[in-house]
């Protein structure tokens, strides 16, 4: 029997995907863990590995297909002994909806899709995707569990505003239970829309620009922030620090630093936001509609500039790290997330994030909150500056950083405390010893 | 020697270890486990399995004594207590075997010796005197665990024994004594007095089978009561004598105390984790009564390195072990759909004669934790299948929540019940309500028909009694 490749899921919230590149084309022998293609999420570029041993037989989806549902078949590997003959009685479970392609046409290549392959005999009649109980507002089969439909049903929850937490995203007692009672489907599903109200199209003439698709990772940054203003009242808090002293610091250790270890000035950064969370712990919260959840451990994030985006991996427990393995953490995050190599685990929450502007020569500015976090600092340049000391004027190093605060987590007073205890340490490095 | 360096290094081979080392080479990474003994750990070579092998001969020999009411004759029935333990090891060895096959077909490297942890993503491994160093980026301790001894009652493996011991009998003992009546305490009070052995159990709380519905336990001291085994509840061995070849037990009881003479003694009063020479404090790793502790994700407090099973504390079931390795597998490897355990899904079973077996919340517990509940029983008497089998006692007793429907708990006592209770172990995965299990077609004759009967009887419909 020929063997169904599938769209793997790569992360815990990934529904669909694009498929960036086959890597086999069809006839070639594949074995096991040989990198059959690349799929492209919002977030990474994963290779697939093949699982099983045959012969691709047939690529059902194009390369640059976007919005490739999870776990539909992309493939069929033939298996040993088999010919293309084997796959006329075969059919590859044709059950997923038709995905867009990439290029910026509309859906009507659906059927072209489906009728495509001339090996491929006219599957199954189309009505069978039709038949199931509960639908999506466009008319898509939702899967919840018996117990999580009762629940729904007795809480006025309609399930098509929910996302399941349970295999293949099927909707559990949990996700019932969490969700706020009298819950609706939202017209458009999946938050705000991305369009914006005024088409740009209608400003420019044809010609004088390059239309260039979003990737995922574009669509995914566009949707996230854009939530996150609207829905969570910043407000900012500016400091100057003085690094002098910090720099001598790093300058002293990084030349007795083992071999491998160079300390940056952000490094320094981070533990200090992990001990000043620590020492002002109601920052390190993320609000959850009727209760905050008050978090155990510094975990810092690290907003790193990716080729076209970014990505804010977590150095998790910073507070329980010395100064050396964040160092080597950091640096490893942000290689693998320069790679789209890293786990979903290794950027998903964290309570506090760090963005750093000052290579760039930026003195100070202000950065967006990244929910379920409450708080952001943005860095900018350690220059020097005239300064008044006593009465003296003297020339120092300065750094401007800006937190952005979320004020249904944290109010102004706390904030203010929180980057009082970040100065601290950050003036006085030694500090963070103890 | 270069230094070998894997993406997961697995300490201890037993149900936990080993399914972890395949599921972490399954999702691609370099795997390698490590084992002082032999592959399979505990659950092959001394648990769930070579006493199953006993178990079985004690069904068969029980069956044989009752060939008369099934229109058959035997005569001088007879058993051969060494054949009996013999082939019981054979089964071990035999999935021992099985188990050297399963790493080599998943690429899974064995390292014979004893692991600690030496540093940040290093583990050490002594064989003979010699040490090796290998790298890790992940470490998952599956190092099981061992009989928890009560002091001035340490097992000596002559006239005391523990589970170890009394897989092994040199000869089968006229008496016994057994503390503790959780499932390994009755299952070898069921296999010893199959055989003749006057038995007698003593438990400090105030039931047998104190994890288990409070019906089932009832019910099962009856049966147990029924095949001759004494039982003592509220009863605590104060100290033993021992003598030449039998041990005096001294038990405090409601009634006062009580000395009880016995050829051997079973102590099966619990476990503890096997954390010691581990180098597991220097690592930063918390351990508390005797077990590891971790979290949700069965991850320690040292980044990197994951504690399973056994280990990590109750259920101590193998299945439960499986389970987590899987889990800290996936998680390793960053898999979508990983879940933490959720307890109320884990079944444990008992494969004294009668069987016992449950999922979820006990009546009392799923009161205690606020829901109204509807209950349903279906005694075997009326079961036809049960009848033919000559199988009629015990019963199935489902637990439902009232408002929702939810299957919160399934209780069962009686033949084959450890085989039935994984149906409503699906049930509860799938978060049926009582509506499907009703709405389900249950094969006639069976068995499995009572656990329909059961739902039915929960919401007053029964059809069958």
């Not at chain 1, 769209?7 to 096991?32: H, I, Q, Y």
């Not at chain 1, 458009?188 to 990737?215: I, K, N, Q």
């Not at chain 1, 990084?254 to 950064?269: C, H, I, Q, T, W």
């Not at chain 2, 006692?393 to 019940?417: C, N, Q």
């Amino acid at each position: 029997m020929p063997i169904p490749v599938t769209m793997p899921a790569l992360s815990p919230t990934m529904e669909e995907g694009t498929l960036a590149k086959w890597s086999v084309k069809e006839g070639d022998k594949v074995g096991p863990g040989d990198v059959i293609a690349e799929i492209e999420t919002d977030k990474a570029t994963m290779e697939v590995e093949a699982v099983d041993e045959g012969t691709v037989g047939q690529l059902l989806v194009d390369e640059g297909t976007e919005g490739v549902p999870v776990n539909k078949v992309i493939a069929v590997l033939l298996e040993e002994g088999e010919d293309k003959s084997a796959l006329d009685n075969f059919d590859p479970e044709a059950a997923s909806p038709a995905p867009k392609k990439a290029d910026g046409k509309k859906s009507e290549q659906k059927e072209e899709k489906e009728a495509k392959p001339e090996e491929k005999p006219a599957a199954k009649p189309a009505a069978k995707k039709e038949e199931a109980a509960p639908g999506k507002p466009d008319g898509k089969r939702i899967f919840a569990s018996p117990l999580a439909k009762r629940i729904a049903e007795d809480k006025s929850i309609d399930l098509a505003a929910l996302s399941g937490s349970g295999p293949r995203g099927r909707i559990v007692k949990k996700d019932v239970e969490e969700a706020k009672p009298g819950t609706k489907a939202a017209a458009s599903a999946g938050g705000p829309s991305l369009a914006p109200s005024l088409d740009p199209r209608a400003f420019f003439e044809d010609g004088t620009y390059d239309e260039v698709p979003m990737d995922k990772m574009r669509k995914t940054i566009a949707k996230r922030l854009t939530q996150s203003k609207q829905e969570i009242p910043h407000y900012y808090l500016t400091v100057d620090c003085e690094i002098d002293e910090l720099l001598r610091v790093r300058k002293e250790l990084n030349e007795r630093a083992p071999e491998g270890v160079k300390l940056s000035v952000n490094d320094f950064l981070i533990r200090a936001a992990a001990l000043a969370l620590k020492k002002v712990p109601e920052v390190n919260a993320s609000f959850a509609g009727d209760s905050l959840l008050m978090h155990k451990h510094a975990n810092v994030g690290i907003a790193v500039a990716i080729e076209g985006g970014l990505i804010t991996p977590i150095i998790g427990k910073a507070d329980e790290k010395g100064l050396a393995a964040i160092s080597t953490e950091a640096k490893d995050l942000a290689a693998r997330a320069r790679e789209r190599k890293l786990k979903p685990q290794e950027y998903e929450g964290g309570g506090f994030s760090i963005s750093n502007l000052g290579m760039y020569g930026i003195k100070n500015f202000t950065a967006v909150i990244n929910p379920p976090q409450s708080a952001i600092l943005a860095v900018g340049a350690g220059e020097k500056r005239a300064v008044v000391k006593g009465d003296e004027l003297v020339a120092a190093t300065m750094m401007t950083c800006t937190m952005s605060c979320d004020h249904r987590v944290i109010d102004g007073a706390l904030g203010a405390r929180f980057l009082e205890a970040f100065k601290g340490f950050v003036e006085f490095p030694a500090t963070m010893l103890m | 020697m270069a230094e070998q360096s894997f993406d997961v290094v697995i300490i201890g081979s037993g149900p936990g270890g080993y399914i972890a080392a395949v599921r972490a080479s399954q999702l691609g990474l370099k795997t390698a486990i490590v084992e002082r003994d032999k592959l399979g750990g505990i659950c092959l070579n001394w648990g769930c399995i070579p006493t199953k092998a006993l178990l079985r001969s004690a069904e068969v020999y029980m069956l044989m004594e009752k060939a008369e009411e099934f229109g058959l004759s035997a005569e001088k029935i007879g058993f051969d207590g060494k054949k009996i333990v013999e082939r019981s090891r054979k089964v071990a060895d035999k999935l021992s075997n099985g188990i050297q096959f399963l790493m080599k077909k998943n690429k899974v490297s064995v390292i014979d010796g004893t692991a600690k942890l030496a540093g940040k993503g290093l583990v050490e491994v002594e064989k003979d005197g010699k040490t090796e160093k290998i790298k890790a980026k992940n470490i998952i301790l599956a190092t099981g665990a061992r009989a928890r001894e009560l002091k001035g009652m340490e097992a000596d493996g002559e006239l005391i024994w523990t589970y170890k011991h009394a897989m092994t009998p040199k000869e089968m003992p006229k008496s016994l004594l057994v503390i503790g009546s959780g499932a390994i305490g009755m299952e070898f009070a069921s296999f010893y007095r199959s055989f003749g052995a006057d038995v007698t159990v003593v438990e400090v709380l105030d039931r047998i089978l104190p994890v288990e519905d409070e019906e089932i336990s009832k019910q099962a001291e009856r049966a147990f009561k029924k095949r001759g085994i004494k039982i003592i509840t509220g009863g605590q061995v104060q100290k033993l004598d021992k003598g030449k070849n039998n041990v005096t037990a001294h038990v405090k009881t409601k009634k006062g105390t009580e000395e009880i003479t016995v050829d051997r003694v079973i102590s099966a009063v619990g476990i503890t984790g096997n954390v010691e020479n581990l180098g597991l404090e220097d690592m930063g790793i918390k351990i508390e009564k005797g077990h590891v502790m971790v979290d949700k994700w069965c991850e320690t407090a040292a980044q990197g390195i994951y504690a399973i099973g056994d280990l990590v504390g109750a259920p101590w079931l193998a299945h439960k072990a499986s389970h987590e390795g899987v889990l800290a597998a996936e998680r390793i490897a960053g898999v979508k759909d990983a879940h933490p355990l959720d307890v109320t899904k884990v079944p444990g079973c008992t494969y004294s004669h009668p069987q016992v077996a449950s999922v979820g919340l006990t009546e009392a517990k799923a009161k205690e934790a606020g829901y109204k509940v509807k209950v349903g029983r279906a005694p075997f008497q009326a079961n036809g299948k049960a009848i033919a089998l000559g199988e009629t006692d015990g019963f199935i007793k489902t637990v439902f929540d009232e408002k929702t429907g939810e299957l919160l708990g399934a209780h069962m006592i009686g033949p084959e019940v450890t085989e039935l209770i994984q149906g409503y172990v699906v049930a509860r995965q799938l978060e049926t309500t009582e509506a499907d299990l009703m709405a389900a077609i249950f094969p006639h004759p069976t068995l499995s028909e009572h656990m329909h009967e059961s739902v039915l009887d929960a919401f007053g419909r029964p059809l069958n009694f």
